[in-house]
Structure formats: C-alpha cells, structure tokens
T-cell receptor, first 112, second 111 residues
C-alpha cells in the first residue's frame, strides 16, 4: 500500500500566486484532514472531511479551500499565497474520527 | 474545545536514562489521546493511543503512557533511552472530528 501520498514535496511560490497541494490515500478511509506545522506551534488543523462531498473548517482555515469529490483525494488550494502561509503541510487520513491517523510525508511550502 | 499542553519544548537525557515527556489535556468529554513521533524531514508516526480501555498504554519502540484522569495527564515514558529515540514528540487529543496537537517536545539523547 502506498498509504497517504502528498505532492509536491517542496514548493516555492510568489505572493499572490495560487496552487493546489495534492493528497491521495489508497486505504478507503472516510476521514481526511490537512494540517500545517510551524515551529513551536505543533500541528494545526486547517480543514477536514468525513467523507466524499463533505468538508468542514478546522482551527486555521482562512486562505485555504478544500473539496472532496472522491474518497481517495483531498486537495488543498491556496487561492492567493501569502508569506504567512510558509509552512510544512501534512495530510492525514483515518478509518474513522476515532481511529489513528496515517500521515503523508509533508509538503514544504515557501511563499516569497 | 479540547487542547493539549506539552511541558518542555526540549528535553535532554543521557543514553540509558529514563525518558519522561509530559502532556496535559483539557476536554469536556472522555478524550482519545495519542502520542506521535516525528523524525527529521518525515511525517508523523503513531507511537501509541488511549481509547478508554486500559489506562496504561504500551506502544512501539518500548514507549508507554499512562492516562490519569484526576491529573488530566497522559505522560510518555521509556525506561531506557536509545540514541535512535532522538526526535520530536507530539501529544494529541481527539474527540468528534477535531484533533488538536501540542506544540511538541524535542528529545535529545546524549551518548
């Protein structure tokens, strides 16, 4: 099994550019989520989804959009990148909201 | 909303010494608690989880954690540190659809 796959691994954007971070899982998990990791702040939940067609906001949703058209994919979109969005982004998936989460390897994003 | 606090952003121990990483949580309902480890430039790996069964939870790599409701704590321990334990450790609390992480504790193991 590939588990949770994130692409790209690294990305540099200019302020104002848009991009999509991809996340795919092959475990038929219903629950998927996006976190950002910043030094001294741990991981903060951006958006999550409990199934195809259902998404909701987490702790820090501003500046990010998500959609869940299939069970496998949960892309994260930055509409207009800002330097404050420089971070490492992790996608995670789970069998359910109470089971352990499988994490991707992360996407390191720099906005200049 | 639930939250976790990890006491100590850096912990340094000697190889063979006890490892103790502290985590306190707040939750209005019985929580599900987790410890994760992150090695440099990698994603998070689950060490162990508490889901309201036994209060002493054993995980991988010799780690264990004890859920103490009266102290709202879920501290992570390992009797004897190994050099390979050097990493960052995150405590997390989850109920419903929301999972909150602590700020992390970086463990250094000295030879």
């Amino acid at each position: 099994n590939a588990g949770v796959t994130q692409t790209p691994k690294f990305q540099v954007l200019k302020t104002g550019q848009s991009m999509t971070l991809q996340c795919a899982q092959d475990m038929n998990h219903e629950y998927m989520s996006w976190y950002r990791q910043d030094p001294g702040m741990g991981l903060r939940l951006i958006h999550y989804s409990v199934g195809a067609g259902i998404t909701d906001q987490g702790e820090v949703p501003n500046g990010y959009n998500v959609s869940r058209s299939t069970t496998e994919d949960f892309p994260l979109r930055l509409l207009s990148a800002a330097p404050s969005q420089t971070s490492v982004y992790f996608c995670a998936s789970s069998y359910s909201t109470r089971q352990l989460a499988f994490f991707g390897q992360g996407t390191r994003l720099t906005v200049v | 909303a639930q939250s976790v606090t990890q006491l100590g952003s850096h912990v340094s121990v000697s190889e063979g010494a006890l490892v103790l990483l502290r985590c306190n949580y707040s939750s209005s309902v019985p929580p599900y608690l987790f410890w994760y480890v992150q090695y440099p430039n990698q994603g998070l790996q689950l060490l162990l989880k508490y889901t309201s069964a036994a209060t002493l939870v054993k995980g991988i790599n010799g780690f264990e954690a004890e859920f103490k409701k009266s102290e709202t704590s879920f501290h992570l321990t390992k009797p004897s540190a190994h050099m390979s334990d050097a990493a960052e450790y995150f405590c997390a609390v989850r109920n419903n659809n929301d999972m909150r992480f602590g700020a992390g504790t970086r463990l250094t193991v000295k030879p």
